[in-house]
């Protein structure tokens, strides 16, 4: 349903056009009895609230489960304009069009892409996309061994496990090994970080925030880092470059991260995308393809497949990656979603889910036994002790509709009874009250 309402006088001139004098005439061969009363609608709604609405109304009954669950994709409000736009056809049936012979809306489309991503992560190159973020990690890895000529990366071990699990899978059968550093609590330990940088180290792989929700300063990583001759990878979560520092400001030499929660829908788990930019110096080490602009030979302004370093195009032993594909209309989704929000409204954004996260901080570690494990800044996701396991706890408020969170004892032995939760801008007070109403209730039963 678009939103664009008739006025009064355009619903006149249809009803005078079709012969009908009111809107009741113009439906009296519906049965009275099937034809809806009100929508009880009140007036001066936004988009996304009037769309709320509805669903609540077609739910009929609120089945519909209000997530708090993140830890790497997150549910986040799409602008109408990211599903139009891209679901025009020139973008949504274009064949291959990563090809060379692909349309100058295309590939200029992905130029801008490549572009936002460069200001999002304060960096000077970026590729047209990549699979998803953990594959964007990985061959960040693969890029500092490249680059280096060296075969140890070290993984902070509050980086996604999923991520680090890609990492290790990437490297097994090549003459590199990926070591993990074990976290300080919720944070990043740096002191141990630093200490593990050797002569054989490519790069240090961190993630901010991380997986327990921690924001941190990895300046000084990345100056220790630089002083062996090793990288600096940094996975981000673009929402929070709204208000966080940027990897480049970091000092970080490679940038990533998933683009899901730039305009593309949970999906059930994909597609998504990932994206991956650097420093221009190492720029002939990004995988996959990279678009450039430039003018013919009459002058005009034209877009063109400037890298592929890939095994179609050049020697396979000079290949950077064995990446085939981009995920080109999941990255125009991001595009659009950028250009939509603009600077200020992206900053809002992040503002926003800042705040909400706050509220939601103190009213659950308000409850009895409820205590906050991070002990430094969160952006909108934060790790709570409960006084038992929090799995069973979990599947208990399932069961009332509410997806309370990412329980940790999965990925970390030891941590069964932590709990990850996200609060992300489309959820209301009224919910965030009841996600705690709810853990107070399972607690004390």
């Given at each position: 349903?678009g939103y664009?309402?008739?006025?009064?006088?355009?619903?006149?001139?249809?009803?005078?056009?079709?012969?009908?004098?009111?809107?009741?005439?113009?439906?009296?061969?519906?049965?009275?009895?099937?034809?809806?009363?009100?929508?009880?609608l009140?007036p001066?709604?936004?988009?996304?609230?009037?769309?709320?609405i509805?669903?609540?109304?077609?739910?009929?009954?609120?089945?519909?489960?209000?997530?708090?669950?993140?830890?790497?994709?997150?549910d986040?409000?799409?602008?109408?304009?990211?599903?139009?736009?891209?679901?025009?056809?020139e973008?949504?049936?274009?064949?291959?069009?990563?090809?060379?012979?692909?349309?100058?809306?295309?590939?200029?489309?992905?130029?801008?892409?490549?572009?936002?991503?460069?200001?999002?992560?304060?960096?000077?190159?970026?590729?047209?996309?990549?699979?998803?973020?953990?594959?964007?990690?990985?061959?960040?890895a693969?890029?500092?061994?490249?680059?280096?000529?060296r075969?140890?990366?070290?993984?902070?071990?509050?980086?996604?496990?999923?991520?680090?699990?890609?990492?290790?899978?990437?490297?097994?059968?090549?003459?590199?090994e990926?070591?993990?550093?074990?976290?300080?609590?919720?944070?990043?330990?740096l002191?141990?970080l630093?200490?593990?940088?050797?002569?054989?180290?490519?790069?240090?792989?961190?993630?901010?925030?991380?997986?327990?929700?921690?924001?941190?300063?990895?300046?000084?990583?990345?100056?220790?880092?630089?002083?062996?001759?090793?990288?600096?990878?940094?996975?981000?979560?673009?929402?929070?470059?709204?208000l966080?520092?940027?990897?480049?400001?970091?000092?970080?030499?490679?940038?990533?991260?998933?683009?899901?929660s730039?305009?593309?829908a949970?999906?059930?788990?994909?597609?998504?995308?990932?994206?991956?930019?650097?420093?221009?110096?190492?720029?002939?080490?990004?995988?996959?393809?990279?678009?450039?602009?430039?003018?013919?030979?009459?002058?005009?302004?034209?877009?063109?497949?400037?890298?592929?370093?890939?095994?179609?195009?050049?020697?396979?032993?000079?290949?950077?990656?064995?990446?085939?594909?981009?995920?080109?209309?999941?990255a125009?989704?991001g595009?659009?979603?950028?250009?939509?929000l603009?600077?200020?409204?992206?900053?809002?954004?992040?503002?926003?889910?800042?705040?909400?996260?706050?509220?939601?901080?103190?009213?659950?570690?308000?409850?009895?036994?409820?205590?906050?494990?991070?002990?430094?800044?969160t952006?909108?996701?934060?790790?709570?002790?409960?006084?038992?396991?929090?799995?069973?706890?979990?599947?208990?408020?399932?069961?009332?509709?509410?997806?309370?969170?990412?329980?940790?004892?999965q990925?970390?032995?030891?941590?069964?009874?932590?709990?990850?939760?996200?609060?992300?801008?489309?959820?209301?007070?009224?919910?965030?009250?009841?996600?705690?109403?709810?853990?107070?209730?399972?607690?004390?039963?």
């Open positions: 349903m664009c309402p008739n006025t009064p006088d355009e619903i006149r001139e249809m009803l005078a056009v079709i012969g009908a004098g009111s809107i009741e005439e113009l439906f009296a061969p519906i049965p009275a009895e099937l034809r809806a009363k009100s929508f009880d009140p001066g709604m936004s988009e996304f609230e009037l769309m709320r509805m669903r609540e109304k077609a739910a009929a009954g609120g089945a519909e489960i209000v997530p708090f669950i993140g830890c790497g994709i997150y986040h409000i799409i602008p109408a304009a990211v599903d139009h736009l891209s679901s025009r056809a973008f949504y049936t274009a064949y291959t069009p990563y090809q060379p012979e692909c349309s100058q809306g295309t590939l200029q489309a992905l130029f801008e892409y490549q572009s936002a991503i460069c200001r999002l992560t304060g960096m000077e190159a970026s590729n047209a996309s990549l699979y998803d973020g953990g594959t964007a990690v990985a061959e960040a693969l890029m500092s061994l490249r680059i280096t000529e075969n140890r990366v070290i993984l902070d071990a509050s980086v996604n496990p999923l991520h680090r699990e890609i990492v290790t899978g990437y490297l097994h059968g090549l003459s590199a990926a070591v993990e550093v074990a976290p300080d609590g919720c944070s990043s330990d002191k141990s630093i200490d593990s940088i050797d002569e054989e180290t490519a790069a240090v792989i961190v993630q901010n925030p991380n997986f327990f929700g921690s924001v941190q300063d990895f300046s000084e990583l990345a100056s220790k880092a630089h002083e062996k001759g090793a990288l600096l990878i940094v996975s981000s979560y673009p929402i929070a470059l709204g966080v520092a940027s990897p480049g400001e970091t000092g970080a030499d490679i940038a990533v991260g998933d683009g899901q730039l305009g593309n949970l999906s059930f788990g994909g597609p998504y995308f990932g994206f991956i930019a650097t420093r221009k110096r190492f720029i002939r080490n990004l995988p996959g393809r990279i678009v450039g602009e430039t003018i013919d030979n009459q002058g005009r302004r034209g877009y063109v497949l400037t890298l592929q370093a890939r095994e179609q195009h050049i020697k396979r032993h000079k290949a950077t990656s064995n990446i085939c594909s981009n995920q080109s209309l999941c125009l989704r595009l659009i979603f950028c250009a939509s603009g600077r200020k409204g992206f900053e809002e954004l992040a503002v926003l889910n800042y705040d909400k996260a706050q509220y939601a901080k103190s009213c659950l570690t308000s409850l009895k036994g409820v205590t906050l494990m991070n002990t430094g800044t952006f909108n996701e934060f790790t709570l002790s409960l006084p038992m396991d929090a799995a069973p706890v979990v599947e208990k408020l399932l069961a009332s509709g509410v997806a309370a969170g990412v329980p940790l004892g990925y970390y032995p030891g941590l069964d009874e932590a709990l990850v939760v996200t609060v992300t801008e489309k959820r209301s007070r009224a919910e965030i009250d009841r996600l705690a109403a709810l853990l107070e209730e399972a607690l004390c039963s």
